[in-house]
């Protein structure tokens, strides 16, 4: 507006004439007659759902279970020392009164040893119908056995990452893992229990927390 100012007193002390600067009181019929935009009601509309972060489902745990029956307990790893099976199997032999169903996926064959000890030691604690080994299994029915769990436990006695714990996170699954190695790291505190390594008793006080969120 400045610049149009000097250029009228330009013009004034030349003589000319000063163009017409207003806007043309008659709209053009072909700016009439355009429609008028469609204005949305943003007041009107949902507020989007908060997404659910893999694993952060704190107490209560399991409010929004959709399925009835036994709590599903997953476990996944090769049954080695180093995973801390028979220690998870002790640890759930004192919560009997608690409706729960363990399943174990990975390799029964990498240490025989381990494998009927842990077979043995669910026969000792009657628990053979409470806990299923099913062994190495393909991509597709791990990913289904995630998806059909309610939990996800592995008391390792070390990890350098934990990538079945990431794995369980990934769905949405609070995890029960020890503080062995790197899990702490990988396992946010938020999204889990943590126990020492080797500490039944601590294990299963954790077990016994989760699975009294569902009584």
């Not at 004192?94 to 399943?103: I, K, V």
């Not at 029964?108 to 119908?129: F, G, I, K, M, N």
């Amino acid at each position: 507006e400045k610049q149009q100012r000097v250029v009228e007193k330009r013009l004034k002390k030349l003589g000319a004439p000063v163009p017409e600067t207003h806007a043309p009181s008659v709209i053009p019929e072909e700016l009439a007659n355009r429609p008028k935009p469609k204005v949305v009601d943003t007041t009107a509309l949902p507020e989007p759902a908060p997404k659910k972060k893999p694993g952060t489902a704190k107490p209560g745990w399991f409010a929004t279970r959709h399925t009835s029956g036994p709590l599903q307990l997953l476990s996944v790893g090769s049954v080695t020392p180093r995973k801390g099976h028979l220690m998870l199997v002790t640890a759930l032999a004192g919560l009997l009164a608690f409706d729960w169903h363990l399943t174990c996926v990975g390799s029964l064959t990498r240490d025989p040893a381990t494998a009927t000890a842990l077979q043995v030691a669910l026969h000792s604690h009657r628990l053979e119908h409470r806990v299923t080994l099913r062994g190495e299994q393909p991509a597709a029915a791990l990913a289904a056995a995630y998806q059909a769990a309610d939990m996800f436990v592995l008391p390792s006695y070390h990890e350098g990452y934990g990538m079945a714990h990431a794995e369980a996170l990934s769905h949405g699954l609070p995890v029960i893992a020890s503080t062995g190695g790197a899990l702490p790291d990988t396992v946010p505190a938020e999204a889990s229990l943590l126990v020492l390594p080797g500490d039944t008793a601590a294990l299963r006080e954790a077990l016994r927390r989760l699975l009294s969120d569902t009584a």
